[in-house]
């Protein structure tokens, strides 16, 4: 079934639009399985850190692409950077932990996958352990003040820092999969997709994978990565970030796809990010359009909410209105990324039963 890009008609929205009230895209029941930490803080979390940190000389547009703006991605690592300085305390890193997660649940995301990159900083005493053991405090303590939200997290290795570190992640990883009841999963591959090379991380990777971890890796999030995207495929990951130069339409190639789609590999997509970030030259050349006419395993997801000023069910409501998405397709959307999530049967199960109920309470 072929939903067209070129099929939206002015008539066609005013009938879409009729069944899909505005509303329903926040309350609609939601996972989110690709979420950085640090680039999902909101701007009134960022105020807040902002002020306590005068001397840092931080504006507000330093931190976030508002509507309409765009930037090069180099840049985008730059904004990750100067929020880096607003949150280098434990207290800090708990904060915006518990803030995010309260939005999240705001936005209606019942399951949330929250990934961050361990870091150290000398000047504060904040430890890398330290680091991970503050967002997993935060995480439990926001479950005892809102049962309305199941979160999980990523240890994210960033690609700037080597091999080195990123095996040090995978053994931190593991030990915190045994001692963290259950809320560290499995491991994120992220950082500026132009350093290093995959080659590099493929033991730390394979490691992780001996031991049952999950991989959720950024792959062809830029052009002309076709070997280190073949590479790091052979793992293979549980989940690909972004794909965007996956198919040949872009310079990726078929047998990719083909490898992709034989393997099931689901892709997270980050609709907003990406034109945000320019990898994507407008929403309706995004490749969900691509991959969802083949009946590929979509997620719609928000990449890092605060930086590009977005929401979980924006994302929903861009899709929807860009790909002239039905009710149905929607929930179909949002049903089946609960199968995508790296969260044990039972809690899927109940994360099913929930949107039966909520689906028979709204529809
Ligand atoms: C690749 C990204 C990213 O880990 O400090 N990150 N990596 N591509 C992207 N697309 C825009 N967006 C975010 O969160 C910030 C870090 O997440 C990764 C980068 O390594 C960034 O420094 P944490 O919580």
């Given at each position: 079934?072929?939903?067209?890009?070129?099929k939206?008609?002015?008539?066609?929205?005013?009938v879409n639009?009729?069944?899909i009230?505005?509303?329903?895209y926040?309350?609609?029941?939601?996972?989110?399985?690709?979420?950085?930490?640090?680039?999902?803080?909101s701007p009134?979390t960022l105020?807040?850190?902002i002020?306590?940190?005068?001397?840092?000389?931080?504006?507000?547009s330093m931190?976030?692409?508002?509507?309409?703006?765009?930037r090069?991605?180099e840049e985008?690592?730059?904004?990750?950077?100067v929020?880096?300085?607003l949150?280098?305390?434990?207290?800090d890193?708990?904060?915006?932990?518990k803030?995010?997660?309260?939005?999240?649940?705001?936005?209606?995301?019942?399951?949330?996958?929250l990934r961050s990159?361990?870091r150290?900083e000398?000047?504060?005493?904040?430890?890398?352990k330290?680091?991970v053991?503050t967002?997993i405090?935060?995480i439990k303590?926001?479950?005892?003040?809102?049962?309305?939200i199941?979160?999980r997290f990523l240890?994210?290795?960033?690609?700037?820092?080597?091999?080195?570190?990123?095996?040090d992640t995978v053994k931190?990883?593991e030990?915190?999969?045994?001692s963290?009841?259950?809320i560290?999963?499995g491991?994120?591959?992220?950082?500026?997709?132009?350093a290093?090379?995959?080659?590099?991380?493929?033991?730390?990777?394979?490691?992780?994978?001996?031991v049952?971890l999950?991989?959720a890796?950024?792959?062809?999030?830029?052009?002309?990565q076709k070997?280190?995207t073949e590479l790091?495929?052979?793992?293979?990951?549980?989940r690909?970030?972004?794909?965007?130069?996956l198919?040949?339409?872009?310079?990726?190639?078929?047998?990719?796809?083909?490898?992709?789609?034989?393997?099931?590999?689901p892709?997270e997509?980050?609709?907003?990010?990406?034109v945000?970030?320019?990898t994507?030259a407008?929403?309706?050349?995004?490749h969900?359009?691509?991959?969802?006419?083949?009946?590929?395993?979509?997620?719609?997801?928000?990449d890092?909410?605060g930086?590009?000023a977005t929401?979980?069910?924006t994302?929903?409501?861009l899709?929807a209105?860009?790909?002239?998405?039905?009710?149905?397709?929607?929930?179909?959307l949002?049903?089946?990324?609960?199968d995508?999530?790296f969260?044990p049967?039972?809690?899927k199960?109940?994360?099913?039963?929930?949107?039966?109920?909520l689906?028979?309470?709204?529809?």
């Open positions: 079934k072929f939903r067209g890009e070129n939206v008609t002015n008539d066609f929205k005013a639009h009729e069944v009230p505005p509303d329903l926040q309350k609609l029941p939601k996972v989110e399985l690709h979420a950085h930490l640090n680039g999902s803080v009134p105020e807040r850190l002020a306590k940190k005068p001397h840092l000389n931080i504006e507000h931190t976030v692409i508002s509507k309409g703006q765009s090069t991605l985008c690592f730059e904004m990750f950077k929020i880096h300085q949150t280098n305390t434990e207290e890193i708990f904060e915006v932990t803030d995010v997660i309260k939005e999240f649940a705001a936005d209606g995301v019942k399951y949330l996958e990159t361990p150290e000398k000047s504060t005493g904040l430890t890398k330290r680091y053991e967002v405090e935060a303590q926001s479950k005892e003040e809102n049962a309305d199941e979160v240890l994210a290795i960033d690609r700037r820092h080597g091999p080195a570190v990123a095996m931190m990883a030990d915190f999969s045994l963290s009841n259950g560290v999963v491991l994120d591959l992220s950082g500026d997709p132009m290093g090379h995959s080659k590099d991380f493929i033991p730390a990777l394979q490691r992780a994978k001996n049952g999950k991989l890796l950024h792959l062809a999030e830029v052009p002309s070997e280190e790091l495929l052979t793992l293979p990951p549980d690909i970030g972004h794909g965007t130069f198919h040949p339409e872009v310079g990726g190639s078929q047998e990719l796809v083909d490898y992709v789609r034989k393997n099931c590999i892709l997509l980050c609709m907003t990010s990406n945000k970030g320019q994507v407008s929403y309706d050349k995004h969900f359009l691509y991959w969802y006419n083949l009946q590929h395993p979509c997620i719609l997801c928000t890092d909410k930086v590009f929401e979980l069910s994302e929903y409501e899709a209105t860009t790909f002239s998405l039905n009710l149905a397709d929607i929930w179909s949002s049903t089946q990324a609960i995508y999530s969260a049967s039972s809690v199960c109940d994360l099913r039963h929930q949107w039966l109920k689906k028979t309470e709204m529809t």
